[in-house]
């Protein structure tokens, strides 16, 4: 075993010598040697057996009260008693610890109060933005969450579905109650987190694929989690759209076509259900993100029934 270089070592501990607790660098070395000293005998002007010497007054050890010994020459000194102080209550920790409003639900975005169109783009908002794959949904949400005036945040319910990587369900080997309820899970989770971005002043705009037809499952569980002011806004473009979008990815992010088509059909729904439509087939993503802005501008002066 090595040991740096400089630093001596304390001497191992020799049974019937007591504890090495007393050793000090100063005895691994001695002063000049003194001719005819033998290591370990007293030099030849010190008296020989000299008597005990205890420990000095006030340290641990020494005896104390009014029998105490005193050195000759010295009266004794009065008796005190030492009075036992409290310790000092704890230092209050004041970094690593901030305190953070709770989040609880997400009411109603409020109105201004003019009469004027209300600015989307400096209010704390809840989004949910909603799409079959393809749609453009994670595009236009972090295009808008980089350009608001705001801090904001993006929540893709992909992504966090994805923090689970052994035991992943994936919803293309067939929708069971494994992947619907990792599903619900993540959702939670989202909704969680917006909670908690909202109380302290960040916006979220989360995106989901959700169902029409499946109300519990979809918006009603979003609504359930994040609260009654998440501003649902559905992109729909056309089916030849999100086919050609689908073909640009890759992973488990890529469906067949069969799939996009089926998705692409139950979003149909969403017509005549009151919630605003997006038709972003001939809109790129910062077209489409100001034309989100003013569908959020409406929705806050008449936030919509879901």
Known sequence: MQHAVGSPLPPPHQPGHGPAAGWSPAAQH??????????????????????PVGPPPGFAGAPTGPHAP?????????????PHHAPPPPTPDTTGHVQLP??????MPSAPPTAGTPDPTSTTLAVLLIGPAGAGKTSVAKYWADHRRVPTAHISLDDVREWVRSGFADPQAGWNDHSEAQYRLARRTCGFAARNFLANNISCILDDAVFPDRPVVGLGGWKRHVGPGL?????????????????ERSGNRRLTDEEVARIHGRMAGWYGSGLPIIDNSQLDVPQTARVLDDVLARSIASPPQW
């Not at 290591?39 to 057996?49: L, N, R, V």
């Not at 005193?70 to 030492?82: D, E, F, K, Q, S």
């Not at 501003?231 to 073909?247: F, K």
């Open 30 to 51: 001695p002063g000049p040697h003194h001719p005819g000293a033998h290591p370990g005998s007293a030099p030849a002007s010190a008296p020989q057996g000299p008597a």
């Open 70 to 82: 005193h050195p000759p020459g010295h009266a004794p000194a009065p008796h005190h008693t030492v």
């Open 102 to 107: 709770p989040g609880g639900p997400v009411p």
């Open 231 to 247: 501003l649902p806004v559905v992109l729909l473009p056309g089916l030849e759209i999100v086919l050609e979008r689908n073909a």
